[in-house]
Each structure stands twice: as structure tokens, then as C-alpha cells.
């Protein structure tokens, strides 16, 4: 099993920057495409990232694209969600999660979740 641990998460200001970081354990960490995840109060969850384990090809979500940014370093077992201009919209916990088999934007695909990290971005 893979266990997921996010952190970065944190209150800060319309137009500031967060990065989050999500570390891996138990399986090796360069076969799993990685994808982030939030969930708004009162709201469903949503895609916002992915990354796959070979080539490293990037998905995002229109509402954050161009703004975030997904990446990995696999020596460290960590993948990153570097999050610039960030909007009140944002608000929200962000889950990391693992896929064996898809890097996608379904929730379903993935295999793996983290508990999850609190993001606040104030008006």
C-alpha cells in the first residue's frame, strides 16, 4: 500500500503563492502517475492536476491552468502543486492522490489519497 501525507496548506492573501507538498511511502513512487485533488466547503470534489509517472505529462484544470503548476521529484518521493495567483475560488482542502494505472482527470482512477491540506486564500 502507499501512504500519502500532504502539507503547504496554510491562509494567505488573493494574488499570494503556496506550495504544496505531498510524500510518498510504501510502493516505488516513479511507477504511480500522481493528481491533486480539492474539495470546496459545501461543493463536490474536483480535479485540479495530474502527472503521470513516465514521460511526465501534465493535465489541468481550466480553472487553474496557467496558474499552478504540478511537478515531481522522484529521488524524494514527492510530488509538488506550486499554486501562483491565487483567488478566493481557491479555498479549499487539496488532496494528493496515486493512480497505478491512468494519469487522469477521474477520481475514480486513482488508487491512493492523503488526508488532505487546508488552503484559505482571503479577499
Known amino acids: 500500500q502507499v501512504q500519502l501525507v500532504e502539507s503547504g496548506g496554510g491562509l494567505v492573501q488573493a494574488g499570494g503563492s503556496l506550495r504544496l507538498s505531498c510524500a510518498a511511502s510504501?510502493?516505488?513512487?516513479?511507477?504511480?502517475?500522481m493528481g491533486w485533488f480539492r474539495q470546496a466547503p459545501g461543493k463536490e470534489r474536483e480535479f485540479v492536476a495530474t502527472?503521470?509517472?513516465?514521460?511526465?505529462?501534465?493535465i489541468y484544470a481550466d480553472s487553474v491552468k496557467g496558474r499552478f503548476t504540478i511537478s515531481r521529484d522522484n529521488a524524494k518521493s514527492t510530488v509538488y502543486l506550486q499554486m501562483n495567483s491565487l483567488k478566493p475560488a481557491d479555498t479549499a482542502v487539496y488532496y494528493c492522490?496515486?493512480?497505478?494505472?491512468?494519469?487522469?482527470?477521474?477520481?475514480?482512477?486513482?488508487?491512493?489519497w492523503g488526508q488532505g491540506t487546508q488552503v484559505t486564500v482571503s479577499s
Open positions: 492522490a496515486a493512480s497505478q494505472t491512468s494519469w487522469t482527470r477521474r477520481d475514480y482512477d486513482y488508487d491512493y
Open positions: 510504501g510502493r516505488t513512487f516513479s511507477s504511480y502517475n
Open positions: 502527472i503521470s509517472w513516465g514521460a511526465g505529462s501534465t
